[in-house]
């Protein structure tokens, strides 16, 4: 079997293809979280703490010579994404327990009640045992 056909034959593999459009759903869906965050969560939370935006937060470290640019750690940033991960986390989560609470299998039915016979005949059995 060539490489040719045996990347074929992987490509074709359903997991695969669930797995390519399961991520580009992904890619589009991360960025309707990261609109929701941007423009309404992260507002609101700079608002209720006192009007900090997270994304201009940083440590200057300095200033490079060369360039004359500060040199800085924005951690801002990383709370910004940190906060947008938790929010996808949480969607993904709320979305797969719907899916999963749509998929559970309907309950077993009751086993049904044993014929009028037997049941007679049981308790004659019992009745019989106790002499």
């Known amino acids: 079997m060539s490489l040719l056909q ?19 759903i992904g890619a589009a869906f991360g960025k309707i979280v990261s609109s929701l965050v941007n423009a309404i969560v992260m507002p609101a939370l ?7 935006d997270f994304s201009d937060l940083a440590v200057t470290l300095g200033i490079n010579e060369k360039t004359g640019e500060e040199v800085a750690i924005q951690y801002g940033q990383f709370i910004q994404a940190l906060i947008d991960f938790l929010i996808i986390a949480a969607a993904i989560f709320m979305a ?36």
């Open 46 to 52: 700079g608002w209720i703490i006192g009007g900090v």
């Open 96 to 131: 797969l327990k719907a899916i999963n609470r749509l998929k559970k299998p309907p309950a077993p039915p009751a086993a049904a009640a044993p014929p009028r016979e037997e049941v007679l005949l049981i308790e004659i059995r019992d009745l019989l045992r106790e002499r």
């Open 6 to 24: 045996e990347f074929k034959e992987f490509a074709m593999k359903g997991n695969v293809v669930d797995m390519a459009v399961g991520i580009i």
